[in-house]
């Protein structure tokens, strides 16, 4: 969004100047004459790296901005006005890029602005549900309420979230230790004993000549083997962008033996979580359907929604197309038929993504207890190999003195 800097005097005398930004001049101007300032002087910044706005991914953290939600409710259930929370709200969090958002919007609502329609401005800060919900509050006069489910929800989504990324966490840590002791041992150890093999001589085992042989190519080329590494990574996040190939992506991950069900059942939670939530807020379930199509996160059962949302449209079942897709459980299915056969869908979908949620928690739990030995046993046989393979020769040269 364009800046401006102004200068100018309050009705109390007070000199004022600052940076203020907006869609255009004319509405910057319109917007400080409502605060009261009379103009001396406004002109555009220019867009350089020093004013801009950068940052990568999500600029304002899950637990930041669920902590907002709950004292954003707090204040408006204690008769605080949508204006004076704002304010204070702007001062207290922690999040600079909510603070700055929060600002801004405080400006759009001296002018009489809704706030939903302030907060669409900043779509990197506020989740297109939130804007959404919140709009649906302000129309039903219960905006606290609806504040206070967009927190519970993101609470869950956090949680979830959270129990994966641990899940996910130790075998990677383990994978990038084994890798590190790997190039160590290649790079150092191994060089070391490689000269004193060659001054003895004799015909060596071929355990050894792969390790002596990989040891040379670790030693000369590791800056090849760090790159090739970047490289990959770099080209895996490239492919994830796009979603015809994270189609792809998602759907092999999803099949995979031991991850896969955990990342199903994390999609599923988030899915009906999202869904409940909004349903419950009288957001049109078209509409709903097609916000979680954006948010959920996996190409899989985004393109199943689409299929569902194309379905309600044609005049047929919402579960019509997730009783053909591998991804929907039948407890999924089941439930989100009954909900609607008895108006209740809100609640079913709370009650399956309650369920998904533990279960959950309870496949983090055991996959940890399964991979902790698995990545040990992993890391003993590569260490021990390269062991192996500079002892075995050793005992060979003791054997013949």
Do not use: C
Not at 55 to 82: C, H, Y
Not at 130 to 153: C, K, P
Not at 243 to 268: H, M, N, S
Not at 287 to 311: C, F, T
């Amino acid at each position: 969004m364009p800046q401006f800097k102004y200068k100018g005097k309050l009705k109390n005398g007070l000199k004022k100047e600052g940076t203020i930004s907006g869609q255009t001049k004319k509405q910057v101007i319109e917007k400080l004459r409502t605060q009261g300032l009379a103009l001396a002087s406004i002109e555009q910044m220019e867009s350089t790296f020093l004013n801009k706005d950068i940052s990568i991914g999500n600029p304002v953290k899950l637990e930041d901005f669920v902590m907002f939600l709950r004292q954003f409710s707090t204040l408006l259930n204690s008769g605080v006005s949508l204006r004076d929370a704002t304010a204070i709200l702007a001062k207290q969090t922690s999040s600079k890029a909510l603070g700055r958002a929060l600002d801004q919007i405080e400006d759009e609502l001296v002018t009489g602005r809704a706030f939903s329609d302030a907060a669409a401005e900043h779509k990197k800060v506020f989740p297109v549900i939130f804007i959404h919900m919140v709009r649906a509050g302000e129309a039903s006069g219960a905006l606290d309420e609806t504040l206070d489910q967009l927190a519970l929800q993101f609470e869950k989504q956090h949680e979830t979230r959270q129990k994966v990324k641990a899940a996910l966490a130790y075998p990677a840590i383990v994978g990038v230790v084994a890798i590190a002791v790997i190039i160590f041992l290649l790079s150092s150890v191994v060089p070391t004993f490689a000269s004193m093999l060659s001054d003895v001589g004799g015909e060596l085992p071929g355990i050894t000549l792969f390790v002596l042989g990989a040891s040379d190519v670790v030693a000369q080329l590791w800056w090849l083997i760090i790159l090739l590494f970047v490289l990959v990574g770099i080209s895996l996040w490239a492919v994830v962008q796009k979603p015809e190939t994270k189609y792809y992506v998602d759907y092999a991950l999803l099949k995979l033996p031991v991850f896969g069900p955990l990342l199903q059942k994390a999609a599923l939670a988030r899915m009906t979580r999202t869904l409940s939530s909004l349903f419950s807020s009288s957001v049109p379930i078209l509409q709903s359907l097609q916000m979680v199509e954006r948010v959920v996160g996996n190409e899989v059962i985004s393109r199943s929604l689409k299929q569902s949302r194309d379905a309600l449209e044609s005049g047929q079942r919402l579960t019509e197309p997730m009783r053909k897709h591998w991804v929907y459980p039948p407890l999924v299915v089941q439930m989100i038929s009954i909900g609607e056969e008895t108006g209740s869908l809100d609640q079913m979908l709370t009650k399956v993504a309650q369920f998904y949620e533990k279960e959950v928690e309870y496949a983090t739990d055991k996959l940890k207890a399964l991979i902790e030995p698995v990545m040990i046993v992993f890391l003993a046989v590569i260490v021990g190999t390269i062991v192996i393979s500079i002892i075995v020769p050793m005992f060979q040269i003791y054997s013949e003195v």
